[in-house]
């Protein structure tokens, strides 16, 4: 079983709709929660971090951590074409003496007009 | 700033050669990270660097892998002998301050093994 799994979609969505994408992780040793997103042929960049349980808004973008589940979400509202991208989620853990950092397997999203 | 640099953009290589790929990380940050893409594995960390040191390679495949930081703004990975299954994308990133902070990818280097 990988440390973190996520659903690879693809997940295709009307403009405008709400988009939830969610990662679960085995490891309560995971402390730092990021979300990427990454464009075709682009490299990722970094969406959101949040370090605790709760949620975590900038914009139309929030992220939301549920230790006690080891689940973390992140939620896309009045989505956009431009949104279209794979969301990669990243937590980080301190192993074998070295800050580890582990990424879900990404998923596919496409919003259409 | 131009951001993280890479090179080569693509590579198509024949089994058994070497293979080196740049990195050139922005200009101050601390940290530099190798990375490989592949469909089947996602995005796995292979190595990471600390002001020029080498921190953790637990991620490094195999010992045909290795990387080199000789100073703040150069770094390659370095393959040899190349095998198919080493076909991917590979991703150098940079960051200030740490593993959990902001990384910055470069475009990525299209490694086609043949």
């Known amino acids: 079983q990988k440390e973190v799994e996520q659903d690879p979609g693809p997940l295709s969505v009307p403009e405008g709709a709400i988009v939830s994408l969610n990662c679960t992780y085995s490891n309560s040793a995971f402390q730092y929660f990021m979300w990427y997103r990454q464009y075709s042929r682009k490299g990722p960049e970094l969406l959101m971090y949040?370090?605790?349980?709760g949620n975590k808004e900038d914009g139309r973008f929030t992220a939301q951590v549920d230790k006690s589940s080891k689940y973390i979400s992140l939620f896309i509202r009045d989505s956009q074409p431009s949104d279209s991208a794979t969301y990669l989620c990243a937590m980080k853990k301190f192993s074998g003496g070295y800050n580890k950092l582990i990424f879900g397997a990404g998923t596919r999203l496409a919003v259409h007009p | 700033d131009a951001g993280v640099i890479q090179s080569p953009r693509h590579e198509v290589t024949e089994m058994g050669q070497e293979v080196t790929l740049r990195c050139k990380p922005i200009?101050?940050?601390?940290?530099l990270f190798w990375y490989r893409q592949t469909m089947m594995r996602g995005l796995e960390l292979l190595i990471y660097?600390?002001?020029?040191?080498?921190?953790?390679d637990s991620g490094m495949p195999e010992d045909r892998f290795s990387a080199k930081m000789p100073n703040a703004s150069f770094s390659t990975l370095k393959i040899q002998p190349s095998e198919p299954r080493d076909s991917a994308v590979y991703f150098c990133?940079?960051?200030?301050?740490?593993?959990?902070?902001?990384?910055?990818f470069g475009p990525g280097t299209r490694l086609l093994v043949l």
């Open positions: 660097f600390n002001n020029n040191v080498p921190i953790d």
């Open positions: 200009s101050g940050h601390d940290y």
């Open positions: 949040t370090y605790s349980s």
């Open positions: 990133a940079s960051s200030l301050g740490g593993i959990q902070e902001t990384q910055y």
